[in-house]
């Protein structure tokens, strides 16, 4: 196959409000790998979904092989050979087709484009030779639905090379996955960068991983370049988060010593109504951050929906403040104090589509509501300013639909909801997913002010080194069950890893 080599020239891009680009140059050639980086709101996705034909009015110049060329639509981009898979995978499938039928969609809209018949054993056929390229055992006729997320994101990656495209983007692909489905997404990479030449953009926050499968590294800041050089074992992680921020940065976080109360909350024998999660027993004190820690898919995020009302408890009794409590829903559960920041942002963190000042405030409309019902937006959006202030909520003002801002700022959208609340409990799944290192600092900033003024915590993670930073104790799940309960002081990394896989 021929080389293709595209370079992007001063790219600039606003939005209203903000100028999410600057003049921002990017190279980009077939069978090479690259990891583009950058604290949240850097401006990765947004040059990534030009060169994708999503982000339309930008200005600049883009090249393939010297000639110029443009960009305007996502067909543009097809045409050019370039394909990007998201970080939300759900909404880019059709759930209730097949595998093949996903892997060949487009392809088979253009064929009956074309008033050609469709063969369904043809399509089927076809599927099963792409995923055969680079060696995916799927099968074909399962309802995408009934796939785990890993195995979506093959199914995307398998459509990609079905059109084949010479440039695949990947936009935090590792975020959702376990070690082992991390491996398998890396060999299929590997794979696609060597036999079939396709050039690879790593869009991440999990720069340690970056090592084993990127040549090149660009980082941003701001919306403009701050430096493109090859991605070495000379150049370390530190030195990236500082291109990064514009500043040093400690990587340890300094836990502040917190006065632990008595128990506030009281676990006992939690069953889920499906036994995703069983018999679970933990407590949680005043002022107290729990870890509950465990691998992808140990239960982590069960045990938080359960506990929250999101998922029907079968057995098991909750006590908080000495108060046993029958908690069957979300809305029951913040009536009660239970607070959630959940894993899925897009889905069950934020209202996608309102402004941010009406999403930092919603779970705590009682401040806002006064005589006959009326809503205060004074105050609601004095309190948000304050609030994207604390947080660093990089956005143009309170008004903004949470939609337009970037993935960690959505996040950070998310736990503001519910530090703007009354809660006892505050629960968080996996905080920090698709976070840059800045705003995770900030995100356990604000716990620790939480436990300081009495609250309890449990933040679970698969995380290891954010629970030995800022919890005081943690539960390992594995299966669905709790294996050990353990002092931070006095466990490591390699024992949290132990306990997770299974050892006892």
């Not at 009015?57 to 090249?63: A, F, L, N, P, S």
């Not at 099963?128 to 055992?137: A, E, I, P, S, T």
């Not at 959505?410 to 609340?421: C, G, I, R």
């Not at 915590?457 to 080194?465: G, K, L, Q």
Request: with cysteine; glycine share 6%; net charge negative.
């Amino acid at each position: 196959m021929d080389n293709i080599k595209i370079e992007m020239k001063d790219i600039s891009i606003e939005f209203p409000g903000v100028k999410a680009l600057s003049n921002v140059d990017f190279t980009m050639e077939t069978g090479k790998s690259y990891a583009l980086v950058g604290a949240n709101g850097a401006g990765k996705s947004t040059l990534m979904k030009v060169l994708a034909g999503a982000n339309t009015h930008y200005t600049g110049q883009i090249y393939a092989n010297g000639q110029p060329i443009e960009i305007r639509s996502p067909k543009d981009a097809v045409e050019q050979k370039i394909a990007i898979v998201y970080q939300e995978v759900d909404t880019a499938l059709i759930p209730y087709l097949s595998v093949a039928e996903n892997v060949m969609f487009n392809i088979m809209v253009n064929e009956m484009g074309k008033k050609q018949v469709i063969k369904w054993s043809e399509i089927r056929k076809r599927a099963k030779q792409v995923l055969n390229r680079f060696n995916v055992d799927i099968n074909v006729n399962t309802i995408v639905s009934e796939l785990s997320l890993a195995q979506k994101q093959m199914v995307l990656i398998a459509r990609c090379v079905a059109e084949n495209c010479r440039f695949l983007i990947l936009d935090e692909p590792t975020a959702p996955l376990s070690n082992t489905e991390t491996e398998e997404l890396f060999r299929v990479v590997r794979e696609l960068i060597q036999n079939e030449n396709v050039g690879v953009v790593f869009i991440s926050h999990r720069l340690n991983e970056l090592y084993e499968i990127c040549e090149e590294i660009t980082i941003m800041k701001d919306g403009q370049n701050v430096i493109s050089l090859p991605l070495t074992k000379e150049l370390t992680v530190n030195q990236i988060v500082e291109y990064m921020l514009g500043r040093k940065f400690d990587e340890n976080f300094p836990k502040q010593t917190v006065e632990i109360g008595d128990v506030l909350l009281n676990v006992e024998n939690l069953t889920e109504k499906e036994e995703k999660i069983k018999d679970i027993s933990i407590t949680v004190r005043r002022g107290e951050v729990v870890g509950v820690s465990g691998l992808v898919g140990a239960g982590k995020t069960e045990l938080c929906k359960t506990l929250f009302g999101a998922l029907k408890r079968k057995s098991g009794a909750v006590t908080l403040n000495g108060k046993k409590l029958s908690v069957k829903t979300p809305h029951a559960a913040v009536r009660n104090g239970f607070a959630l920041v959940p894993e899925e942002r897009r889905k069950e963190g934020v209202l996608i589509n309102d402004p941010v000042y009406s999403n930092i405030t919603v779970a705590a409309m009682k401040k806002y509501t006064g005589a006959l019902s009326v809503v205060n937006k004074a105050k609601e959006k004095e309190d948000a300013r304050q609030m994207i202030k604390d947080l660093g909520i990089k956005t143009p003002s309170e008004n903004q639909i949470v939609a337009l801002l970037s993935g960690g700022n959505q996040q950070k959208v998310a736990v503001a909801k519910w530090l703007n609340s009354d809660a006892e409990i505050y629960i968080f799944d996996e905080p920090t997913k698709g976070v840059d290192v800045g705003a995770k600092r900030d995100i356990f900033e604000l716990i620790e002010r939480l436990a300081a003024n009495g609250k309890g915590v449990i933040y679970a993670s698969c995380e290891f080194n954010e629970i030995l930073a800022i919890a005081d104790r943690t539960y390992v799940m594995y299966d669905g069950k709790i294996v050990a309960e353990l002092d931070i002081e006095d466990v490591s990394e390699k024992e949290l890893l132990y306990y997770s896989t299974g050892g006892n």
